[in-house]
Each structure stands twice: as C-alpha cells, then as structure tokens.
C-alpha cells in the first residue's frame, strides 16, 4: 500500500493516483479532509505494531511499502474537542498538554512512516532558503548575493544598486479560506526605507542578476527534469515570473543542464536529505548557472506540460517500484 500525505486539491497526487487505480495498487491519502481519528500502538520487545482508522478505513502499518510526503500535514484527532468545560487558565495548561502529546504520537508516526520506502522529506518541510543557500555554495553551485538586515542605515546604502527586496518564506496559503498570498519581489529604491525607523524588521536584499532564461527543475532520485522560460523578454515578467502576462504567455520549451551542473545538482539534493523537489535557477548573459531555490514538495506540473515529460509516471513507479 502507497500512503501520501497531500492536500486534498493537489492535481499532481490525484494524477499519481489514478496511475495506482489503473494499475490496482492500494494507497491511502492523507488531507485536510481525510485525518486520522482513532489509533492502536503497541510497542513490546516481540514487535511493534501501528493501527490508525481514518474515516472507516484502517490503515495497518505492516502493510505500508511506500510513503509520499507532498504537502500539507498529518491531522490527527479533528473530531475530538479538548478542554471545552474549563476555565480560560485550565484550558491553556490542557491545551499545552494535549499538543504535546499529540505532537509526540505525530512525531513516531511519521518516523514510522519514514522508515518504509519514502518519497519526500517530512522533517524538512517546505524548506530554508539560508540554509539551502549555504548547502548550494558548500557544492559549488553558483548564488546571487543576499544581504539580511535589521539596520535601515545599512540598507540604505545599497539603494542605488540593482537590489531585490525578497522574503526569506514565500506565501501564505489558507485551507479554511481557500486563499493564497505571496510577497511581490521589489526593486529596492530609498522611497521603499523612506520614514522607517532605525531598526526594522529583519529585510533580505538579493543582488538583482540579469538573465538569459529562467529554469524550472524537477527532482527525483537523481533523475531531472528541466525546462527553460523567456520570461526576460517580456517587462511585465522580467522581474518576477510570477507577473503571468496571460494574453502573451513566456515561451518555455524542454531544456538539458550540463552534466557537471546536474552533478552539482544531485550532491546538493543528498545535502538537503531530499530525494525529491523543485528548484528554480537561471542562465546569466554570461552562461553562468546560478541557484535561486529548492522547494521540497514544489509543484512539477509546468514542468511536466512545457518539457513534455511524464512525471506523475516517474512519481508512482518510484513509489511502486
């Protein structure tokens, strides 16, 4: 049985899963509205063994061969209420109590997990941009300059260079709402720091680097996939691809890295304890190559579309493999 945790409108998981349906291989989804709510451990010296009911189903460890962490979270519990009939001071103490117990059981279910066949890395989450930042030049990938500050003075100073104003964490997605937000990268200019305080909070500028193409990657088990997009010959998305132009849409067309390029890439995958995952890098005027980002559980379908590459197939015979 294939387990997967996603959210509950992800087109990639439901492309993977109709592969399992096709080809009868049993899986179990994980998603906002598909949580765990009851459970049966029992841990002796003989053996351990791990029950959960989700919905009316049950879902016997022992027969787990593969787990796919996409996206989104392990719910446990949705339909229990605790500490409803306490007083305000009570009920934080039970509050504490009861997260961290559940935390507890959420942590060994997820190692339990792990321990199968696993695509995807729970503990790593959506990712750190410093740290992947830091792993990417430790390998010999090429990174824009970024500088992290707090001091408005500082900051100043690179006002008049070609300065990026970016997030250390992209968006902000609202399951409840089914809303989604993310920060629009800026140029930096003095208006943007005009009137601020002498510290601010924590900004992060990246040295802006013209580009020939952008990349989009897909990663998984050493195998990748890329594509190219012209996204700098149009002002709307020359800046930040995101700015779709939907009435002149940026060429993009199947695109092949340079093998010591891809061997870079595939040191810095294992670096990141990731077998899997997006990145976003670019082409200079100068051919150089250089790393933006790795997103762990980023979409792959563009890549999928515009390289004309079959990754959902890649994706469930990894997992059924």
């Known amino acids: 049985m294939i387990v997967i945790i996603s959210k509950a409108v992800d087109e990639s998981t439901n492309d993977v899963i109709r592969h399992c349906i096709l080809n009868q291989i049993p899986f179990m989804r994980f998603s906002e509205e598909n949580f765990v709510n009851s459970v049966y451990i029992q841990l002796s010296s003989e053996k351990i063994e791990i029950k959960l009911l989700i919905g009316d189903s049950i879902l016997d460890f022992d027969e787990i061969t593969s787990f796919w962490f996409r996206k989104n979270d392990l719910l446990l519990f949705e339909n229990v209420k605790i500490c409803t009939e306490l007083t305000i001071d009570k009920r934080e103490i039970c509050n504490f109590i009861s997260d961290s117990e559940l935390k507890a059981l959420k942590d060994f279910l997820i190692y339990s997990l792990q321990k199968k066949k696993t695509l995807g890395n729970y503990a790593v989450g959506d990712g750190n941009k410093l740290i992947s930042f830091s792993i990417a030049s430790e390998v010999g990938l090429n990174i824009p300059k970024s500088i992290i500050s707090s001091d408005t003075q500082f900051l100043l ?3 008049n260079s070609k300065q990026i104003v970016k997030p250390l964490e992209d968006g902000f997605y609202s399951s409840s709402t089914d809303e989604y937000s993310y920060t629009e990268y800026k140029l930096l200019n003095k208006e943007i720091l005009a009137d601020k305080d002498e510290f601010l909070f924590p900004s992060c500028l990246q040295e802006y680097i013209e580009k020939k ?8 088990d050493e195998k990748i996939f890329s594509m190219a997009i012209f ?13 779709y132009n939907f009435e002149k849409m940026n060429r993009m067309l199947p695109y092949k890295l340079p093998d010591l390029v891809e061997d870079k890439i595939i040191l810095f995958m294992k670096k990141m304890e990731l077998n899997t995952g997006s990145i976003d890098m670019i082409l200079t005027n100068d051919n150089e190559y250089v790393f933006l980002e790795v997103n762990p559980v980023g979409q792959y379908g563009m890549v999928q579309y515009f390289g004309n ?5 890649e994706v469930f015979n990894y997992l059924a493999g």
């Open 157 to 159: 100073q690179y006002a």
């Open 213 to 220: 193409i952008e990349l989009r990657i897909f990663y998984i």
């Open 231 to 243: 996204s700098q010959l149009d002002p709307k998305t020359k800046l930040d691809f995101r700015n």
């Open 309 to 313: 590459y079959n990754l959902d197939l």
